[in-house]
């Protein structure tokens, strides 16, 4: 008897060691027992782009369909549409008259923009959208802020997503939210890398992070006054992305990669190896301006919206360490989970990358698959790398047990798009 016991017992070890792969790896199984502490029926997003689920300089419908929100419930509640203002592909540019950007030669580097896309895929709900993420959203806006009449630098995204119905709090009150992924703060610093520190293009940026600590602890409560369930986001080194880590500060030899000479600087000085030049400049440097005249150029210096110099990356980097001091003491005080995007980026920034779902991403542009054409915002296989980290906390955090995201599933960057 004991002998055919045995097999019955092996099977039924093997097949609950069957129904455990899948439950990591499947759709949503039994979402009601995993998530009951957390009422995601009601969860939002509040923040910028990377919360709107933006890519290659655009928000278009089939990137925010990829958003952190999106795929946390999609994953957890087996939810695949809620309110969020979707825009038909190839969507509405930011900071620009068309649609999203698209990558038509590879070497060299050939891209072109798409035309504005548009209209909204659905007609805006009686009530709040339930993504608050608005694209070149600022911090030191949003406790004011509710449309592109109110908001600093006339960001046309407000009127999209806030429609000038009230403050994120506000809409965040009148949803009756039971959970908050409160993540804001990248563009204050981003807006000024973007544009090499030029101070008429990114007017008070920086947010200074005193400003920055007042204003996010002041949001923050705002929202803790709907839930207590709040996931709060650090904000990543910007001076890591591929937006300014692509283009060197030099002339190289098209064999060898070598340098030849210094690329010219805004004010006529040679670049070195401390000044980040911008994702911008590439077009201006294949006309030979900002190359010297003996290695072919036109000695046209580089205009200043596309040079970072040492002192404006060394000023970012100061900001972002300070705007994290004040979400991590925070995110201690109130009890908070906290999701680490400034580590990240590290990582992926770093020789070895991150290695999820046997897919290596790091911040290489055009191939390392996790920042998308713009070299800023991150692609849906990212993503999937934040949701795991936001899993992580929400389990920890509230005894959920909410699986992980299968990375492989979600889109990277291809090397080519036919549009």
Known sequence: MTRARAPRAALALAAAVLLAACDGDAGPLDPARRVAPLELERAMAVGDGFAAGALDDALYASAQRHSPLAILLRRAAGVDEFAQPLIADPGFAIGDSGGRLSLVAFHPPRIERLPRGGPLVEPPPSGPYRNLGVPGALLVEALAVRSEATSILGNPFYDLVLRDRGTFAQQVAEADASLVLLWIGTSDVLSYVAVGGDPDLAPGLPTPGGTFAGIYERLLDAILETTDRVVLFTVPDVTLF???????????????????????????????????????????????????????????????????????????????????????????????????????????????????????????????????????HLTPKANGVVVNLVIDALNARYGSRIPHVRTADLPGLPLLRSD
């Open 242 to 376: 591929p937006l300014v880590r692509t283009v060197q500060p030099f002339v190289p030899d098209p064999v060898t990669g070598e340098r030849i000479a210094p690329l010219i600087g805004p004010d006529g000085q040679n670049l070195d190896r401390s000044d980040l030049v911008t994702l911008d400049a590439l077009p201006l440097i294949a006309q030979g301006i900002g190359v010297p005249e003996g290695a072919g150029g036109t000695d046209e210096p580089l205009p200043g919206r596309v040079v970072l110099e040492s002192g404006e990356s060394a000023l970012a980097r100061t900001e972002i360490l300070r705007y994290n001091e004040t979400i991590r003491r925070l995110a201690e005080e109130r009890r908070l989970p906290l999701v680490d995007i400034h580590a990240l980026v590290q990582r992926l920034a770093s020789d070895q990358g991150v290695l999820t779902d046997g897919i290596r991403l790091t911040t290489e542009w055009l191939v390392g698959q996790a920042f998308g054409l713009d070299g800023s």
